[in-house]
């Protein structure tokens, strides 16, 4: 895998660069000082990854992410030392189509190198999605188990899955929705777990319904979004429960949308609409396309809003989509099919 490398700072270059060659199989392509170099060099050499600081002179991350992925789309972990203060540029950076976030190792004591087990498990991770193995094997028969019928066809839950790009998704349809929306939303954003508060919060402000991270045994309500919050699976445990399991162990991809929204199939007993956002990766094609054999309403994000056109790709070449939407056009058919539900 060849990647690049964009920081001002030559500790921290010289800190990604030595991960890089410690590992067999990745190849430094490039190291650029600022996000306008940046640009300028993945036009001519587009890498299979971007190492990509936040904070730079002349063109910070964000931009440089965007401009990229307009241009010349590639894989992008942000990779940066200054979190604090700069939570909602690591969304933007999110939204733009950055794939996830992780803070950059460092030079300690006697030259050795520090913080570097969380960068190599994400490079790995990423490594998986850009080469198209995700290695993520079926879920067991009972996975894709009949759908129970429905005991009140006025309990009514949306079930969002996100990756890259997702977070600026989601704040579009969540901000345009009504307080008094009457349907419970689930969403599994793929996001390292130590930006998920973060990202609650900031979803949270942007929205009139309450947004929070998913607990052990909580019930979907109306009126709230809950946002799977580990590295463990969230799923339905019962018919009314929520809960995290590691199983399946294989799937690289953590948390899974297709695992939730399979679990959604076996356990939920009212309506269920699917829905899948912008995103790198097959996570959730397989599951929206259960869920709509099931007889549930499907939603994909279209190619044109999305800043990565992967999962929704992969969900409209199985067919998996009954609607294929702009993803301003998403809120609207929300409201629209909920408001039918209970009229």
Known sequence: MRIAIVNDMAMAT????????????????????????????????????????????VMDGVEATRRIMAQSP????????????????????????????????????????????????????????????????HLRGSALAEPQPGSASSDRLIAIGAS?????????????????????????????????????????????LSVRIARQGDRPEANTALIAGTNDHLVFISPQSLGYTPEPLESCYRPSIDVFFESTIRHWKGEVTGVLLTG?????????????????????????????YGMPKAAAELNAAVRILPVNEIVNELIHCVSLSNG
């Open 280 to 308: 790198m990766g097959r996570d959730g094609a397989r599951g929206l396309k259960a869920l709509r054999d099931a007889g549930s309403l499907t939603i994909a994000q279209n190619a044109a809003t999305c800043a990565v």
């Open 74 to 137: 590639c894989g992008i972990l942000v990779v940066t030392a200054t979190l604090e203060g700069h939570f909602a540029k690591v969304f933007e950076a999110l939204g733009a189509g950055a794939l996830d976030v992780v803070q950059t190792p460092f030079l300690a004591g006697n030259s050795q190198l520090q913080g570097i087990a969380a960068l190599k498990f994400k490079l790995a991770a990423i490594g998986r999605l850009v080469s198209g193995d995700s290695s993520q094997k």
């Open 164 to 208: 890259a790009g997702g977070p600026a998704a989601l704040a579009a349809i969540l901000g345009c929705l009504p307080r008094d929306f009457p349907a419970a939303i689930v969403i599994i954003q793929h996001v390292d777990p130590q930006f998920v508060p973060m990202m609650a919060a900031w979803l949270n402000e942007q929205s009139a």
């Open 14 to 57: 010289e800190a990604l660069r030595r991960v890089l060659i410690s590992v067999p199989g990745y190849r430094l392509a490039w190291v650029a000082g600022d996000g306008a170099e940046a640009v300028e060099k993945c036009n001519h050499d587009t890498p299979d990854l971007i190492l990509m600081d936040l904070i730079m002179p």
